[in-house]
């Protein structure tokens, strides 16, 4: 029998690697991990599901766990697991690079254009934390996102697209497609 153990996921890659630290005394070997991120490209809608593959890692976490570089890549055969049981379940989804970075305030239109430059079409917190966590502690982690605000460098406003997500899936519907996740994993 599989079991589980369902808990929230921190903000900020020092907190969530903390509880992933926790949880994996008490015995965890694969995690399923959804959030939002925001999105760099205006042409990424709101609440679509977004594979992360590889991360610039602009956050401080991820140097106390693997070497130093600006990027960490996923591993390669958690991600191939996880497209494979959403191709099976007939979910879309897109892959992309993230800019994980430490300062949400800080997400200025001209660092979000360097990130743009190197490839990136999502911003969030945790992911390159995440990736090195994994690839060190020899855990799987089963990670997606789903789109939330834009950071518009064209007008350098914030957009919340609060009207777009309302309309869109819910946190809940993400909720029962990482259980769904969680069942088909073998
Ligand atoms: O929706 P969650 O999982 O919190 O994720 C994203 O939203 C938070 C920032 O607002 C960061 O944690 C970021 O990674
Ligand atoms: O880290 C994040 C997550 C969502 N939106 C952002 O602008 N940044």
Not at 13 to 20: E, K, T, W
Not at 104 to 122: H, N
Not at 135 to 145: G, T
Request: net charge negative; proline share 3%; hydrophobic share 40%.
């Amino acid at each position: 029998m599989q079991k589980f153990t369902i808990a929230g996921a921190d903000l900020g890659a020092p907190a969530l690697i903390g509880r992933l630290e926790e949880l994996m005394s008490g015995g965890i070997e694969n995690v399923i991990l959804f959030g939002t991120c925001g999105v760099l490209d205006k042409n990424i809608d709101a609440h679509q599901l977004i594979i992360p593959t590889s991360a610039i890692r602009d956050e401080g976490t991820s140097f106390h766990y693997v070497p130093a570089s600006n990027e960490i890549q996923m591993n390669p055969n958690s991600v191939a697991k996880l497209t494979m049981i959403l191709d099976e379940l007939n979910v879309g989804y897109m892959t992309a690079k993230t800019w994980t970075t430490d300062a949400i305030f800080r997400e200025t239109p001209e660092k979000a254009k360097e990130r743009i430059a190197m490839g990136c079409s999502v911003v969030d917190m945790e992911a390159s934390a995440v990736a090195a966590w994994a690839r060190y502690r020899h855990k799987n982690v089963y990670q997606f996102f789903y789109t939330a605000d834009h950071l518009n460098i064209e007008t350098g406003v914030w957009d919340r697209r609060s009207d777009e997500r309302a309309q869109a899936p819910s946190v809940y519907d993400f909720f029962e497609l990482a259980l769904e996740i969680g069942i088909r994993l073998k």
